[in-house]
């Protein structure tokens, strides 16, 4: 069945101008893009995008790590590209990310801990469309 999921080039991947390398993975993958746009995040936004780890010790760095530049938030489509994009993101710490995907091709431990992995991704289709409302509205 055709899925959306959202996609996030969080504020490393667009400061290292890493946006194109990874539009054309999910393209070149043989997903479509159905929306785009770049945007600074609120507290507020991401209080809703990340409700599930507040609470946790890595929340506060994380929330600030992603007010600290513009995000390009994605939504994508095709046939399981829920655990499709999340299969060619890598798993979460960069450091140990296998090669071929994105988190192990260009990410790797800054000093900054884990937080910077340079893209999120849906991890269910109740998330997805949770996360596509918040970040381009209902
Ligand atoms: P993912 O982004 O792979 O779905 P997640 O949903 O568990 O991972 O966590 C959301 C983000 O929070 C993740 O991309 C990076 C950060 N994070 C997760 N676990 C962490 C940890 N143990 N220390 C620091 N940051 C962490
Ligand atoms: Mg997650």
Avoid: C
Avoid at 55 to 83: N, T, W
């Amino acid at each position: 069945m055709t899925e959306r999921t959202l996609i996030l080039v969080k504020p490393d991947g667009v400061k290292r101008a890493l946006t194109g390398q990874i539009l054309a993975r999910i393209e070149a993958k043989g997903y479509t893009i159905a929306k785009l746009q770049q945007l600074e995040a609120t507290r507020e936004l991401l209080a809703e995008h990340y409700a599930e780890h507040e609470g946790k010790p890595f929340y506060e760095p994380l929330v600030e790590f992603m007010l600290s530049g513009p995000v390009v938030a994605i939504v994508a489509e095709g046939q399981g590209v829920i655990p499709g994009f999340r299969s060619l993101a890598g798993t979460t710490d960069p450091t140990t990310a296998a090669p071929g995907t994105i988190r192990g091709d260009f990410g790797r431990d800054w000093g900054l801990k884990v937080q910077q992995n340079l893209v999120h991704g849906s991890d269910s289709v109740e998330s997805a469309e949770r996360e596509i409302a918040i970040w381009f509205g209902k």
